[in-house]
Structures are given as structure tokens and as C-alpha cells.
């Protein structure tokens, strides 16, 4: 069982940045694969970025690629969203997700591999 907390969010005009941190309880959070999310009103939720156990393998929704970066210290149980260059469309609420499974490219973007995630938190940029 992980339960997970994501804090950081909050108001940024366009072309600021912030960064997003998500706790875990749990002893085995470096057993999982760790993800963003994120879902503005009225539309599905959508990938944004997934790290790796260790985190030596990232990948990122093309739409934010370059301008955000995911990171994880597994010692403090925590895994990070930087948000650089933001533009209104990143207006969501953000959710980190753990999914167990093996690092697989491939299934990263779907919610479905994911068995944990937390009650998210709201980033809004202002134009």
C-alpha cells in the first residue's frame, strides 16, 4: 500500500515556473514507477512525465518536454515535478500516480497501470 501527497501547487503568471513534490508513505517506493498526471476541467486526464525506479529513465508527454522535469529521491520518499516556461494550457490539477509494474515505455501514458495515486493539486498560469 502507498499513499501519496502532492503539494506545490498554486497561482504563476505564464513563463514562471514551480515545482511540484509528491510524498510517499511506504517502505518501497523505490519499487515503483512514479508518474504525473494531469486533468484540466472538462477534459480527460493526460500523461505528463514518468520516472524509473532509480530514476535513470524519464520520459515526458511531447507537450511538455523541455520545459518540465520529473526527479525522485528515494531516501526522502519523494518524487518532483519542475515546471520551467509555463503557459496557460498547463492550468490543471496535477496528480502523482506509483504504479508497480516494470519501466515499459510503452503503457507510461495510461492511467490504468497505475494502482496508487494522490488527491492532487491545483496549478493555474495566468496569461
Known amino acids: 500500500q502507498v499513499q501519496l501527497v502532492e503539494s506545490g501547487g498554486g497561482l504563476v503568471q505564464a513563463g514562471g515556473s514551480l515545482r511540484l513534490s509528491c510524498a510517499a508513505s511506504g517502505r518501497t517506493f523505490s519499487r515503483y514507477v512514479m508518474g504525473w498526471f494531469r486533468q484540466a476541467p472538462g477534459k480527460e486526464r493526460e500523461f505528463v512525465a514518468a520516472?524509473?525506479?532509480?530514476?535513470?529513465?524519464?520520459y515526458y508527454a511531447d507537450s511538455v518536454k523541455g520545459r518540465f522535469t520529473i526527479s525522485r529521491d528515494n531516501a526522502k520518499n519523494t518524487v518532483y515535478l519542475q515546471m520551467n516556461s509555463l503557459k496557460p494550457e498547463d492550468t490543471a490539477v496535477y496528480y502523482c500516480?506509483?504504479?508497480?509494474?516494470?519501466?515499459?515505455?510503452?503503457?507510461?501514458?495510461?492511467?490504468?497501470?497505475?494502482?496508487?495515486w494522490g488527491q492532487g493539486t491545483q496549478v493555474t498560469v495566468s496569461s
Open positions: 500516480a506509483a504504479d508497480p509494474s516494470a519501466w515499459v515505455p510503452g503503457n507510461l501514458r495510461s492511467p490504468r497501470i497505475y494502482d496508487y
Open positions: 520516472i524509473s525506479w532509480t530514476g535513470g529513465y524519464t
